[in-house]
């Protein structure tokens, strides 16, 4: 109920920011940048994104549960951090598989199994539309906090939400603490995704780039459906310290 409250407070921050002109929706989001595969956020915390697979519990034999169960409670009695769990919802996309089949449609010599591509392309469109199929994505989020991020109070973090903009005291602050946390982080995530691995399941940290396309995804839920997120590597990204 907490999260769900703290995401409503923000959801609301982000709509206010649309109403005023000259006020970025960025300004009112926590997180600074993305960078080294990592999200910065604005009090100088980072986090790592791990994408999990999943499996068919009830498929598996009751040895074969019970290993997994004894697996997994092993794995949160060692852990001594916090974790954040996601379970992503999303409708099916299937854009780049049907963009695959177009062009292999349009090289396609005989005419009649062009038309038959051509058909079943059309077919997939009307069945991912109408049948609303949907697919879930696993997340395990890995934080790690500066120890001033940690002792701030309530009363600092209204302030701090009055005035959400980015100093240059804080991008600096930042930058200085970032390759110190990194070592610290890179220890968490070795035990989560060993002892992940241990239960069964295929982990993998997002980089930066699908960092990117999943962030814009999560905030842009309706325009995402028909403007893909540009490829990073055409960007000319520059980092807030090299600005500064």
Known sequence: MAEEKKQTQETKSVKAAKKVPGVAT???LKIAEIKDDLVVL???GIRAVLKASSINFNLKSEDEQNAIIFSYQNFLNTLDFPLQILVRSRKLDVDEYLENL???GEKQTNQLLQRQTFEYIEYIKS???YADIMTKEFYVVVPYD???AQK??????FFKNLSPKDTVADV???SGEFEQLTKGLNQRLNTVITGLENCGLKVNQLPTKELIELFYNVYNPLTSRTHKAKETDDLDLKSKEDIV
């Open 102 to 104: 177009k062009k292999k």
């Open 42 to 44: 604005k009090n100088g």
């Open 146 to 148: 500066p120890y001033r």
């Open 152 to 157: 701030v109070n309530l009363i600092q973090k």
């Open 172 to 174: 600096k602050r930042r």
């Open 26 to 28: 960025q300004n009112f």
């Open 127 to 129: 069945l991912i539309e």
